[in-house]
């Protein structure tokens, strides 16, 4: 059971825009700034979004992220096929006084 | 830019201590206040902190598995290392290595490559 809930799945045409949640509380995401990673098959996880809302150079500008009390979201925009990965959202939760992970969210491009 | 490597067996007898070395280039594992994280990630399932050492020395563990791990670190040669005791099949995961980013937030920006270990006679 993931400190963090994020829909198992979600999925989108090309050139759609998707939105994927990440529900938490007032101990990390409400306290805490939130990262977001892409994990493609047999890879590592890659920072796609940290600090709530900033990119990594390298990373497209289809890539937003923002946060909103206890909860944040990863949009992706203009999806394109490279872009069906598993997603993960992070943050630290002061409570357990370390990172806490959402469960995963495997997005398929249609 | 800082980079991490994973070492270590990749086959571990059941209640046998797991042994792993994060190799860390780029950057000395010492200096700039980060936290040096170990994660895994069970076959198919999402990802789990271990616990981590900071740049001080200081350690802090998941609670779920503080009795059973140790975090230590190396500045010679910038490596920091996990041990995890009396293992089962239930630890068999990939196992990355992490830091934080500048903000010193705690959370992982970067990792290594990771490194599956089987847990199994």
């Known amino acids: 059971q993931s400190v963090l809930t994020q829909p198992p799945s979600a999925s989108g045409t090309l050139g759609q825009r998707v939105t994927i949640s990440c529900s938490g509380s007032?101990?990390?995401?409400?306290?805490?700034?939130v990262n977001w990673y892409q994990q493609l098959p047999g890879t590592a996880p890659k920072l796609l979004i940290y600090?709530?809302?900033q990119r990594p150079s390298g990373v497209p500008d289809r890539f937003s992220g923002s946060k909103s009390g206890t909860s944040a979201s990863l949009a992706i925009s203009g999806l394109q096929s490279e872009d069906e990965a598993d997603y993960y959202c992070?943050?630290?939760?002061?409570?357990?006084?370390?990172?806490?992970f959402g469960g995963g969210t495997k997005l398929t491009v249609l | 830019q800082v980079q991490l490597q994973e070492s270590g067996p990749g086959l571990v007898k059941p209640s046998q201590t797991l042994s792993l070395t994060c190799t860390v280039s780029?950057?000395?594992?010492?200096?700039?206040?980060?936290?040096w994280s170990w994660i895994r990630q069970h076959p198919g399932k999402g990802l789990e902190w271990i616990g981590y050492?900071?740049?001080?020395?200081?350690?802090y563990y998941n609670p779920s598995l503080k009795s059973r791990v140790t975090l230590s670190v190396d500045t010679s040669k910038n490596k920091f290392s996990l041990k995890l005791s009396s293992v089962t099949a239930a630890d068999t995961a990939v196992y990355y290595c992490?830091?934080?980013?500048?903000?010193?937030?705690?959370?992982?920006?970067?990792w290594g490559q990771g490194t599956l270990v089987t847990v199994s006679s």
């Open positions: 992490a830091r934080d980013g500048q903000g010193g937030t705690g959370t992982p920006e970067y």
């Open positions: 780029g950057g000395s594992i010492s200096s700039g206040g980060y936290y």
């Open positions: 050492i900071y740049s001080s020395g200081s350690t």
């Open positions: 007032s101990s990390n995401i409400r306290s805490n700034t």
């Open positions: 600090g709530s809302n």
């Open positions: 992070a943050a630290w939760d002061d409570s357990l006084n370390g990172p806490v």
